[in-house]
């Protein structure tokens, strides 16, 4: 291994230190809004209760895509780890995977406890595997998230002839995807504002990729583009409504690969296969006509009229 790549041995070897993160009702629902509910409709029957709720706030629900933010206070701690080597302009956020194990209470501290899940060397590029596990004030697990970063140059830190790879998952490996050929099973239209980066930052994600004209353009971008997990957001949405009939409950688990870039103010369609248990979806920008988003929904149980 040449001097200044990465050093597999501490990596794999490193243990991250325990986290918390304390959510209100407040930041539940605004991360709802981030993510395009009642974006078109103030009024929306299947939405509002990520909102509002009659009983008080303290009853609204939670959409299980909140999840993801649960590792935002740990981010600096979480790809900087010793042993580490790249270029932090060159990570790009390739995958997201969550597990729900019950559903998100609308306030709660969560103690998280991350581990290295994945190290692998792709010669040009090195892929970053982090699984965090998340347990609410009972210490009862609450959900998984494994986060995959795509590294940009930190690659061949190995053998070519034997290439390092590190896989440790402790739950369901990342399912692999293929969207079928076939006409969808469902497909819903949504709109993103062109404001919505900046309310989705709110959530704690302040990348100035994503509000800031001159970080933006020095990334390639002609305007700030919107954040991935925002996407995902708006695509595990329309699942519910369309397949979930509104019941956010039914998700047990959900995938998202972040394949292009957003702007915002831009058309998402979703497109949603479903089989069996599983829906495969993809996301579509109408204005470009292309995919930018893919993944799957697993449920516990399907509506009851499908």
């Not at 982090?130 to 830190?157: H, K, Q, V, W």
């Not at 979703?270 to 579509?284: A, D, F």
């Not at 920008?285 to 988003?293: A, C, P």
Request: some cysteine.
């Amino acid at each position: 291994m040449e001097e200044g790549r990465i050093n597999p041995e501490l990596v794999v070897a490193h243990r991250f230190p325990e986290t918390t993160y304390r959510y209100s009702e407040r930041d539940a629902a605004l991360y709802a809004l981030g993510v395009g509910a009642c974006g078109t409709n103030a009024v929306d029957s299947s939405e509002l209760k990520y909102v509002y709720h009659d009983d008080g706030q303290q009853f609204i629900k939670v959409l299980p895509t909140f999840a993801a933010l649960f590792s935002l206070s740990s981010i600096p701690n979480l790809f900087y780890v010793p042993g580490m080597k790249f270029d932090p302009r060159l990570l790009l956020h390739g995958q997201q995977y969550i597990e729900i194990y019950k559903p998100l209470p609308s306030n709660s501290c969560i103690k998280n406890k991350a581990r290295v899940a994945g190290l692998h060397d792709k010669g040009k590029a090195a892929i970053l595997e982090i699984e965090m596990t998340s347990f609410d004030e009972s210490g009862e697990p609450l959900c998984m998230n494994r986060t995959t970063a795509y590294l940009r140059g930190a690659g061949g830190f190995s053998s070519p002839s034997h290439p390092y790879s590190f896989t440790n998952y402790s739950g369901s490996q990342l399912p692999a995807i293929k969207i079928p050929k076939s006409q969808p099973f469902a497909s819903f239209e949504d709109i993103t504002r062109p404001s919505q980066a900046l309310l989705y930052r709110l959530s704690g994600d302040y990348n100035p990729l994503h509000s800031d004209p001159t970080v933006a353009e020095i990334a390639g971008f002609s305007r700030p583009i919107l954040h991935g997990l925002c996407t995902l957001g708006f695509a595990v949405r329309a699942v519910i409504r369309c397949i979930c009939n509104g019941d956010s409950d039914r998700v047990k688990s959900l995938s998202g690969r972040f394949l292009l870039h957003v702007f915002p103010g831009e058309t998402l369609i979703t497109e949603m296969w479903l089989e069996g248990l599983r829906v495969m979806y993809q996301v579509r920008v109408k204005e470009r006509n292309k995919v930018v988003l893919s993944g799957h929904v697993d449920l516990n149980r399907l509506a009851s009229q499908l």
